[in-house]
């Protein structure tokens, strides 16, 4: 599994404690930023994170932001893209069960640091159960078809 990683300066912290969860778990990861604290815009991150995923090169995103709101409105702008922003860990197992999710977002000014790797763990150990919820997304599949021309 592979799995890319992407934040703006007020996620950086929480990111850097993601990917040392996941180096010790032995997951591989690529960090594509923001490295450092200086002020940056979120949607860049967004977007380098999600074309990675769409592209299939990487199976999963993790992106944070400080909300997790701005940076998960902006991975969902790509087509394709289902990311899930959670700050629980119920909804970390519905959204890849029901919706398939392929990034998760998170506010690292809203979870603390037990329960976001909790939502990690939760995120990329469920598994999507297709049938009736594949019907529904391939219904966001057409949206995303009729506006994205
Ligand atoms: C940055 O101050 C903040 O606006 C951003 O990290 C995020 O919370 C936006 O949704």
Redesign the pocket.
């Known amino acids: 599994m592979k799995i890319a990683l992407g934040s703006?300066?007020?996620?950086l912290p929480l990111k850097e404690e993601i990917i040392k969860h996941l180096k010790s778990k032995h997951i591989e990861i690529k960090d594509f930023g923001t490295y450092t604290e200086e002020?940056c815009d979120?949607p860049d991150f967004a977007l380098k994170v999600a074309e990675k995923v769409k592209s299939k090169e990487f199976e999963f995103g993790i992106l944070v932001?400080?909300?997790?709101?701005?940076?998960s409105?902006a991975a969902n702008k790509v087509p394709g893209i289902r990311a899930a922003l959670c700050s629980d860990t119920f909804s970390a197992h519905a959204c890849r069960e029901h919706n398939n999710a392929n990034i998760l977002a998170l506010?690292?000014?809203i979870v603390g640091l037990g329960l976001a790797l909790d939502i990690v763990d939760t995120f990329l150990s469920a598994e999507f159960q297709g049938d009736r919820h594949q019907r529904r997304i391939d219904k966001i599949s057409e949206v995303e078809k009729k506006y994205c021309k």
């Not at 703006?8 to 996620?11: E, L, P, Q, V």
């Open positions: 703006d300066h007020a996620g002020s979120y932001c400080g909300t997790g709101i701005g940076i409105i506010g690292q000014r």
